[in-house]
């Protein structure tokens, strides 16, 4: 049985017109859709190709795929069953769908789509249209229109030409994407502005197969950009294009297998309509305005994305509801007379059916009472969920003032230690603070492993041989010479939510005070990184703790930071006064003054103090989750063999069974294949 979807939200809907008879499937609905239960719903090949274009292949390959990164010309042939009889000619679909579009293109406010006319444009102009488009797509990818206007607004205007991005310092590439989430999309796109200039001279390829050598592009961008900006009869697919397409032809295929993603691409292959010529002028007129295979490709994301949405689609206002077959047979079966709905008096068998289609599993449906509300929802198949992996991290917010009689309010005097990450993986070029990802384990690391593992790991971070130890200066002089632990405490953990992992912080505040700033390790020669750690030495910076907020750091970052800020300020962490913070502490905390207590000498430096409470893991702060688009790195765990000592398993419900050690390897996300 396939995976079953969650019921939509219950809405008033009017009930559904009476069965079509023009539909060219319409003469097979009462054998495949025959059965009480509906699950099998046994159809032929040809049974979602219902539609035509000269495009359509003329013969039929077995080994299609859809087009993959730098061998899109060497993709097989597209997997397309013979076109069932009286199939309807795409341009029906064409200009149902472009003439819809030309009334609703404009209502989102999109500033990079514009109407142009390809042929009076210059090579400059087309090449500046396609970079717009790149920017637009690329950030357009998991995030909504809404986000994305005012980030590419601002990026056009820092870097308004590909040839400005290839120039540009990464840092402020990463500034000017801070905040959209998936930062390593800003990295592809900086790539891909270099491989422009370096091997193709600033000049965007026209084609989309010319599109897909460049860093960072994959077939969706590339058939984007190639119809959007150069009129190129490309296809793309995305998730809305594919929802549109499994709706349209009811297909009811697994989403991630490679027969299912080869129709979708064959289909949108097949429909994109040519550009008009002189000596080949369109048929569609002036339907779809100066560019048709634009404009009929962004008219299938909008239609996905505002009325063939997921949930509770509008179906009654899609322009294509007379062709939908998911819709025709939503029609058929709400007014299928019950009792020849129970009796399923003489559905063909599978073995009446030639050519009977291998591409669809069951519906998700187990009893007639679910079946008779079969509706377009149930397409496309639901994908199989898989479980968040859970991983753990241990973090160290460091900072340094100059006295400890410095007011805890003054930020402009006090410094934090941030660390760039890779530039590759999570959070890709980001900064952070001192952090290492703590080993799989059933339960959580207890606070003493892992500030031993924040202490070795800072003092790889920072230099403190150039202060005199205690033992080497006297009472009276080391006042002013010592390096001092003046606040060492745990902060509330915060969790964040990417695309694959959900992630706990451990954090804890630590507040050093010293005559001078402690400079930092230079990065070794031949650096030995661990694949846990990602605080690499040399690659720390001090910055004033104003600007810790504007730095280019990730949501988990942010947070902390919060959380930081919350007990800097009288003690309140996670959002609630902190015990013992009352009378006079109170009033200095509302007034913002110094209340940090509790010295330490660099004698037990990063050492437990007695007493202090461990954060509590599930609490109220563990508890805000947010989904949000920081990471799109790829992190995979890979079972290694029993060796004396390693690392435990990651976390199971089956604690009976051993665990397993694993190394833990870290694969960046080149592309949007991913």
């Not at 899109?72 to 679909?93: F, H, N, T, Y």
């Not at 559905?347 to 509706?375: F, K, M, N, V």
């Not at 209340?595 to 660099?602: D, I, M, T, Y």
Request: glycine share 6%; aromatic share 6%.
């Amino acid at each position: 049985m396939p995976p079953r979807k969650k019921a939509a939200q219950a809405v008033s809907r009017p009930p559904l017109p009476p069965p079509t008879t023009s539909h060219p499937c319409a003469g097979l609905f009462s054998g495949v859709l025959g059965a009480a239960d509906l699950a099998d719903r046994p159809h032929p090949a040809s049974f979602h190709c219902f539609l035509t274009s000269p495009y359509y292949p003329e013969t039929t390959r077995t080994d299609a795929e859809p087009p993959k990164k730098r061998s899109r010309a060497a993709a097989s042939a597209p997997k397309l069953a013979p076109a069932v009889e009286g199939a309807l000619d795409a341009i029906v679909v064409q200009r149902k769908l472009l003439s819809w579009f030309d009334t609703v293109k404009e209502k989102r406010g999109m500033p990079w789509r514009k109407e142009v006319d390809p042929k009076t444009l210059s090579r400059k102009e087309k090449n500046q249209r396609g970079y717009e488009v790149w920017v637009s797509e690329i950030m357009l990818q998991q995030t909504t229109v809404a986000a994305v206007i005012p980030y590419w607004t601002n990026w056009m205007e820092k870097f308004p030409n590909v040839e400005e991005l290839a120039e540009a310092d990464p840092e402020d590439v990463n500034a000017a994407w801070k905040g959209l989430g998936y930062y390593s999309r800003a990295k592809r796109l900086l790539d891909g502005a270099k491989t422009v200039v370096e091997k193709h001279g600033g000049k965007l390829p026209r084609t989309a197969e010319g599109l897909l050598d460049i860093d960072g592009i994959g077939p969706y961008s590339a058939g984007s950009i190639s119809s959007i900006a150069f009129a190129a009869r490309s296809a793309l697919v995305d998730g809305n294009v594919t929802r549109v397409f499994s709706r349209l032809t009811a297909l009811h295929a697994p989403p991630a297998a490679k027969s299912t993603t080869s129709f979708v691409w064959a289909l949108a292959d097949v429909l994109v309509p040519p550009q008009p010529t002189e000596e080949e002028p369109s048929p569609l007129g002036d339907v779809g305005g100066l560019n048709k295979p634009g404009a009929w490709n962004q008219a299938l994301m909008e239609l996905g994305a505002t009325i063939c949405i997921p949930k509770n689609p509008k179906c009654d206002e899609c322009p294509l509801n007379d062709e939908c077959l998911a819709y025709a047979e939503a029609r058929y079966v709400a007014h299928r007379p019950r009792s020849a709905a129970s009796a399923a008096a003489t559905p063909p068998q599978p073995d009446d059916i030639e050519d009977l289609c291998a591409l669809c599993a069951p519906l998700p449906y187990e009893t007639p009472a679910e079946a008779r509300s079969h509706g377009v929802e149930v397409y496309p198949m639901a994908k199989e969920k898989t479980k968040k992996r859970e991983e753990d991290t241990a973090v160290c917010v460091l900072e340094w003032m100059p006295s400890p009689s410095a007011s805890a309010a003054d930020e402009q005097q006090r410094h934090v230690l941030l660390v760039k990450r890779p530039e590759k993986g999570l959070l890709a070029g980001l900064f952070e603070f001192p952090a290492i990802d703590l080993p799989p384990s059933d339960e959580p690391v207890k606070s003493s492993a892992r500030r031993k593992q924040l202490d070795k790991l800072v003092r790889g971070l920072v230099d403190l041989s150039a202060f005199p130890s205690l033992s080497a200066v006297d009472a009276v002089s080391s006042a002013e010479e010592e390096v001092r632990v003046v606040v060492r405490n745990g902060l509330p953990t915060v969790t964040q939510v990417y695309s694959h992992i959900t992630r706990t912080y451990f954090a804890e505040r630590v507040v050093l005070t010293s005559p001078m700033l402690p400079p930092l390790h230079p990065a070794p020669k031949k650096p030995t990184e661990s694949s846990l750690v990602q605080s690499r030495v040399g690659h720390a910076v001090w910055v004033p703790a104003s600007q810790v907020a504007d730095a280019n750091v990730g949501g988990a970052v942010g947070k902390i930071w919060d959380e930081r800020n919350a007990h800097a300020k009288g003690g309140r962490i996670g959002g609630a006064q902190k015990k013992g913070a009352s009378g006079g502490n109170a009033k200095k905390a509302k007034e913002g003054g110094k209340v940090e207590r509790g010295q330490a000498s660099l004698t037990g430096f990063f050492r437990k103090k007695a007493g202090e409470s461990e954060p509590k893991r599930g609490g109220k702060a563990a508890d805000r989750k947010q989904e949000d688009a920081d990471g799109d790195d790829l992190v995979i765990i890979d079972p290694v063999e029993p060796a004396a000592e390693g690392p435990r398993a990651p976390r199971s419900s089956a604690s009976k069974v051993q665990p397993k050690p694993y190394k833990r390897r870290r694969i960046a996300s080149d592309s949007e294949d991913e």
